[in-house]
């Protein structure tokens, strides 16, 4: 494969095609769904997902369980089970009915995974005397460790516990001029749900409260998924997301960067490394470190998502710069330059990120907070990317990721993806910074380099 190629399928196939909504995530949760009779009330869920992505299916499976934690058998359109495996076309979209296997009601909470970023949402209808009264529709999210809405004493709050233990929760109340109004603890249960409304707790909050509640596990690393449902005089709406964007959920954003640069990765170089055995591993020690092994396996240490946990294109560039690496293992040669694997890896993982929708320059961005910590030795595992390697600094290797974007921009094939891409991402950038206007081609970068 020549570099040329490569850059076609950038310009031609991958320009823009993965930049995904906000609400897509390969993990998808969902604290609240009804399904059954119930007082001469029938409620029917359905799940509803679509895939952004232009080019790739996304391959997912969805989990369904009960209030009580266990997997909950549904009838889910084609047979009664509590999970049920899908696939999504590019830009397509599924429907899954989610009917209980008795005439009873059924209630608890669920969670999907897919190969790519989607969205989903779960649809409650009411019908009451044959007739479709009122309709739910609650958003997929991603589980938090903090949420706040605002609320009344009848507002309803859906709690799913995502792990399999228990923890904690603590529900706060505060009135309209941010004076507590109440405090009460709460334990979920390992995969269970919770429904409740402040009202079932009135020794704890006011009965005419109006004002703001505040979620949060007791542990730092427990994480929720939360549902707000307002309700008055008969009428129920779902409130907008109140979980905290800050502390992310870094396991979520990492399986995320990873399938989006693994299926990159599986286009790009089809013809040169097969990747279809690669997996990921994510361990929660305190070291900060990523690696590839031949085998396949890619680790992506929790500590280092925490330390580039602001920035999804920075963790996006350090898990591209592994898989780079293992496209070298598979194809037994470094692909662009020869003389150093590491400024290799760092190149090929630019493209991948450029070519997944994140932004190129991030890897700049990784390799500073790096800096900042390595007089620290504690910190980081001795092997991290040949940190004592003085051939391999830090400085030279920002430099030569500015050297391949600068190759990329000045190539022919490269120019009109440059000048898009900088016009919608940075166009506010000089015009001498590469991703604008082509300058002198990188030594290390030429047509042949990626030649079979």
């Excluded at 390969?26 to 604290?31: A, H, I, K, M, T």
């Excluded at 692909?335 to 450029?354: K, Y």
Aim: aromatic share 10%; charged share 15%.
């Amino acid at each position: 494969m020549r570099l040329v190629c490569v850059l076609i399928i950038l310009v031609s196939r991958y320009a823009f095609a993965q930049f995904e909504p906000d609400s897509a995530s390969v993990y998808l949760f969902f604290p609240h769904f009804l399904s059954g009779d119930s007082s001469g009330q029938t409620w029917q869920a359905t799940f509803k997902f679509h895939n952004p992505h232009f080019q790739s299916q996304s391959i997912c499976e969805l989990a369904i369980f009960s209030s009580g934690g266990t997997e909950m058998p549904m009838n889910l359109g084609s047979s009664v089970q509590s999970r049920i495996r899908f696939a999504i076309p590019p830009q397509g979209s599924r429907v899954i009915p989610a009917r209980p296997s008795s005439q009873s009601l059924a209630r608890g909470w669920a969670r999907s995974f897919c190969t790519l970023p989607v969205q989903g949402i779960v649809s409650l209808r009411l019908r009451e005397q044959e007739q479709y009264t009122s309709e739910l529709n609650i958003g997929g999210m991603e589980p938090t460790s903090r949420f706040r809405a605002p609320a009344s004493r009848s507002t309803t709050i859906s709690i799913g516990n995502v792990f399999a233990t228990d923890f904690l929760i603590r529900v706060s109340a505060f009135d309209s001029e941010g004076g507590s109004a109440g405090v009460r603890d709460l334990v979920l249960c390992a995969l269970c749900q919770r429904t409740f409304q402040l009202s079932d707790y009135p020794d704890s909050f006011p009965i005419d409260f109006e004002g703001t509640v505040s979620l949060s596990a007791a542990s730092s690393t427990a994480v929720f998924a939360v549902a707000a449902i307002s309700s008055s005089e008969g009428l129920q709406a779902t409130l907008p997301p109140g979980g905290a964007s800050w502390p992310t959920n870094h396991t979520a954003r990492i399986s995320t960067a990873y399938n989006k640069l693994l299926v990159t990765a599986q286009t790009i170089f089809a013809g040169v490394a097969d990747l279809s055995t690669a997996r990921l591993e994510i361990p929660f020690v305190r070291v900060i470190n990523a690696t590839a092994s031949r085998d396949g396996t890619i680790r992506i240490n929790h500590a280092l998502a925490e330390l580039i946990g602001d920035s999804q294109s920075e963790l996006a560039a350090v898990i591209a710069h592994e898989i780079a690496h293992l496209i070298q293992f598979r194809a037994g040669r470094l692909l662009v330059n020869p003389a150093n694997a590491e400024i290799d890896a760092d190149a090929v993982g630019m493209l991948l990120c450029l070519a997944s929708g994140y932004d190129p320059y991030a890897s700049a961005g990784v390799f500073g907070k790096l800096m900042t910590i390595t007089r620290r030795t504690d910190l980081f595992d001795q092997f991290f990317d040949n940190i004592a390697d003085p051939h391999t600094s830090f400085t030279n290797r920002m430099a030569a990721v500015l050297q391949t974007i600068t190759a990329m921009c000045s190539h022919p094939e490269g120019r009109e993806y440059c000048a898009l891409y900088k016009s919608v991402i940075h166009p506010n950038f000089p015009d001498s910074i590469p991703l604008a206007l082509p300058a002198a081609p990188f030594p290390g970068l030429t047509d042949n380099a990626l030649k079979e």
